[in-house]
């Protein structure tokens, strides 16, 4: 089946270090590619998406490419500040047709200043 | 309106009680769903509906119902529930065709 494997962490960075968290995934075809973010006590949030070979997704900094080949979406982020502290899931959705959307593990995040 | 709200954020209940969970969104999304997320874990899928009839229940105890009663509202029916099943219970729905889910901000369910 569908799965998604992303670095567990934890991670710890100083304020304005370069961020990378790498995801990997397995689906047939071509699956469409999220990162989602949560912030303590909250839910889920969309932080930026691709649904097809060599999109970039953008947002609030944060960059993933949709790699086809290597089967990656590897978030990056060139200089990290103390609010982006939160748990980052990388996620997909299959081509298949089916609603479902497999996480991976998540990534906790911690910013120092 | 773009966004998913869920009703209450808080609840603590106890085995023999009856609650109800409440999730609405007003952006025309014809698929909505249910996760269980526990503390340090990915959100796993509990149900989901499609034009508001159920299209996948993962194996879900039956003292979890949902029900769908029009294409804004989606509720989570509790009874007889154990403590393992204190969670974050989070709604989200979506544009049909694999599009991004919006999630809600969660009900914090305790079991005593």
């Known amino acids: 089946g569908d799965s998604v494997t992303q670095m567990e962490g934890p991670v710890t960075l100083s304020e304005e270090a370069f961020l990378t968290i790498n995801c990997t995934y397995t689906?047939?075809?071509?699956?469409?590619l999220f990162w989602y973010v949560q912030y303590p006590g909250e839910g889920l949030q969309l932080l930026l998406k691709a649904t097809k070979a060599d999109d970039k997704g953008s947002n609030k900094g944060f960059e993933a490419t949709y790699r086809k080949e290597t089967t990656s979406f590897h978030l990056e982020k060139g200089s990290v500040q103390v609010s982006d502290s939160a748990v980052y899931f990388c996620?997909?959705?299959?081509?298949?047709?089916?609603?479902?959307?497999?996480f991976g593990k998540g990534t906790k995040l911690t910013v120092n200043p | 309106d773009t966004e998913v709200t869920q009703t209450p954020k808080h609840l603590v209940m106890g085995m023999t009680n009856k609650k109800s969970l409440k999730c609405e969104q007003h952006?025309?999304?014809?698929?909505m769903y249910w996760y269980k997320q526990k503390a340090k874990k990915p959100p796993e899928l509990m149900f989901v509906?499609?034009?508001?009839?159920?299209?996948i229940n993962e194996s879900v105890p039956s003292r979890f119902s949902p029900e769908c009663p029009n294409s804004s509202l989606l509720n989570l029916h509790l009874h007889a529930l154990q403590p393992e099943d204190s969670a974050l219970y989070l709604c989200a729905s979506s544009p049909p065709l694999r599009d991004s889910a919006f999630f809600g901000p969660g009900t914090r369910l305790t079991v005593l």
């Open positions: 996620a997909l959705n299959s081509e298949g047709g089916s609603e479902k959307l497999v």
């Open positions: 509906y499609s034009y508001e009839k159920l299209s």
């Open positions: 952006m025309g999304h014809r698929a």
């Open positions: 689906a047939t075809g071509y699956p469409s």
